[in-house]
């Protein structure tokens, strides 16, 4: 047990984390927008699947990483539009259409990947950009500046997302339905417009999640790719409170552990692997317990609006 608080291994696992978070940033923080709007989508595993499928087979048909981040961005933007017409317009119930987005998503990535590509591939995705100077810094660069371009994407967001939503008129718009949607109504801000604005920025943000799954971290697609990550994406957003920071936190608390039981497993530790694959699910349900109460939610959250009802 000892090996794994060698210097190398310490690296090792840090550097592991960092890039482990970069689905849960995006697809964490995209859920964040669609939520600070009062609109629970919880079909972001599916929208993950079907952009990462979607990603992927671009990629190998074309070879063009930017090809196929552009196609995971459009079947996001496709799949928010698809969220917003059933819990917004029509007003359904948003648990169920979010339930049934997954179950869309799961399906038709699996049946369009049999189909289409039939067997596991790989490809060469995104690869790691040396920052200059920062990457040579002893430890610290190796860990936080010797990544991809995607890994520095979702880091990047973390600042631009909580600038967008404390700093700027449409955050404010963003906040103000998902608090009070009748008040923001009477001073003309237009309800409908800002929730499927939101959901779809979302939604484009898991498509990127899904993306950085199969173009840039495995460089593969199978069916179920994610394995429940957008579900454990939609938990951080209550674990950060609906802050960027707050969300970033709880991305690498889980990352950081996710990648501590891949490295226990890879130096054969004498630990059961299924205990180890369950530390991090485990460690997510301990912290959402512990923080959601704390918390509190947007006020008209999963409450569909009505012109005319307070």
Known sequence: MSQIFTLSVMVGI????IRLATPYLYAAIGESFSQSSGVVNLGVDGVMLISGYA???????TGNLWFGLLAAILVGLMMGLLMSL??????????????????????????LFKVTIGTVKTITGFQPVKIPLLSDIPVI???????NLLVYG???LVPIAWWVLEKT????????VSQNPAAADSLGVNVDQVRYASVCLGSMLAGIAGASLSISLLNLFQDN????????AVALV????????????????????????LWVQVLGINIPSDVAVMLPYLLTIAALAVTVNRVRQPAALNKPFERGEN
């Open 169 to 176: 008129t449409w955050g404010l718009k963003i906040k103000a």
């Open 55 to 61: 990603a992927f087979f671009v990629v190998l048909n």
């Open 141 to 147: 660069g190796e860990i936080f500046f010797d990544q």
């Open 86 to 111: 059933i819990s917004i317009t029509l007003k359904a119930e948003q648990g169920i259409s979010g339930i049934g987005l997954y179950m869309f998503g799961l399906g038709l990535s699996s049946l």
């Open 154 to 156: 979702a880091f990047l």
């Open 225 to 232: 790719l994610t394995a429940g990550m957008g579900f454990i």
């Open 238 to 261: 209550y674990f950060g409170g609906w802050q960027p920071l707050g969300i970033m936190a709880g991305a690498l608390l889980f990352s950081t552990v996710n990648a501590f039981q």
């Open 14 to 17: 840090l550097t592991s984390a």
